[in-house]
């Protein structure tokens, strides 16, 4: 336990005191959580390194930041065991897109919250346009706006669950094992996904948040808004207004980072919009020729 370190982290979600382990807390904690600490790749775009280890991720998101589901779902894990809770790693596997394999690949970290009523509870803080509140591991469909998961028994991990994204999110869905997991699962995929000019992290700058009525965002220059009623997309052509938004709608606003970085992250951003604005005309050159 670091008392300094907790407090700190509850202060950043807005609670005064350290609450009881209840299951309303964890309710509580987890909305906090996805509402006020963004899922984010801009440290790789600027050219950070940063371990997996839990305690280095509370750090991390203690100097304002957010980070990827080993860092969200690894700090987050260590203020409910701090608080009391029973708390458990998971390796799971995002499954992106029609042709990915499912699986628990380990491009992704699951928590596992037993002990509470209803339980056990899969925890999800890291996987963007996903979770708002804990789900009991129990099959079913759950809504929760302007979204629609489902949990199920995985077809591919022996004894794991398979969670399937609503059709209009970020990646088809998500399977984990059963098995307690360790830091060391992680390492090879964390150093892949940070690193490899092959990782969608590394190619597209991505922020995004949640609350209980809107899903926001932001991949190069590209903000969206999900809500119940529908999407909204709106680009971002000025540098200021990117770095407002960042600061204003994500709560990331990067006081350490100077003009000149700055400047070097909306230049990579402009080169990556010129790009996607080409691949799309030449996709619809194609499209038109066929």
């Known amino acids: ?17 350290p609450p009881p382990a209840t299951l309303d807390t964890l309710f509580e904690l987890h ?3 996805v509402e006020r600490v963004p899922y984010e790749t801009v440290w790789i775009a600027l050219g950070e390194q940063r371990t997996v280890e839990p305690l280095d991720s509370l750090r991390y998101l203690l100097r304002g930041r957010g980070g990827y589901c080993y860092h969200l779902n690894g700090a ?3 203020l409910l065991d701090w608080l009391g809770f029973d708390v458990h790693w998971r390796v ?6 029609v042709g990915d394999a499912p699986g628990a690949s380990a491009n992704h970290l699951v928590i ?41 028994p995985s077809e591919v991990v022996p004894g794991g669950w398979r969670l399937d994204h609503d059709g209009r999110g970020s990646f088809l869905g998500m399977d984990f094992a059963p098995a307690q997991a360790k830091v060391e699962d992680f ?18 700058v991505t922020v995004s948040n949640r609350d209980a009525k809107t899903i926001r965002e932001l991949r190069g220059r590209l903000y969206k808004e999900t809500t119940a009623t529908g999407v909204t997309h709106t680009t971002i052509d000025d540098r200021a207004d990117y770095f407002g938004l ?5 709560g990331l606003s990067l006081p350490e980072i100077g003009a000149d970085r700055r400047d070097v992250l909306w230049s990579r951003l402009c080169v990556d919009h010129e790009q ?5 005309a030449a996709h619809r050159r194609a499209a038109t020729a066929d």
């Open 1 to 17: 336990m670091n008392e300094p370190l907790r407090d700190a982290y509850l202060t950043r979600l807005g609670l005064r005191t």
């Open 31 to 33: 909305r906090l959580q």
């Open 76 to 78: 987050f894990s260590t």
């Open 92 to 97: 799971g596997g995002v499954q992106g897109a």
């Open 112 to 152: 596992e919250v037993q002990g509470l009523d209803g339980g056990p509870w899969m925890v999800d803080a890291g996987l963007g346009d996903g979770l708002h509140e804990p789900i009991p591991l129990v099959e079913g469909v759950y809504e929760q706006a302007p979204y629609t998961f489902a949990l199920r």
């Open 187 to 204: 390492l090879a995929k964390h150093d892949h996904l940070c690193t490899s000019p092959e990782s969608g992290f590394v190619r597209v």
């Open 246 to 250: 960042l600061g204003n709608v994500f």
């Open 276 to 280: 996607y604005l080409a691949g799309k």
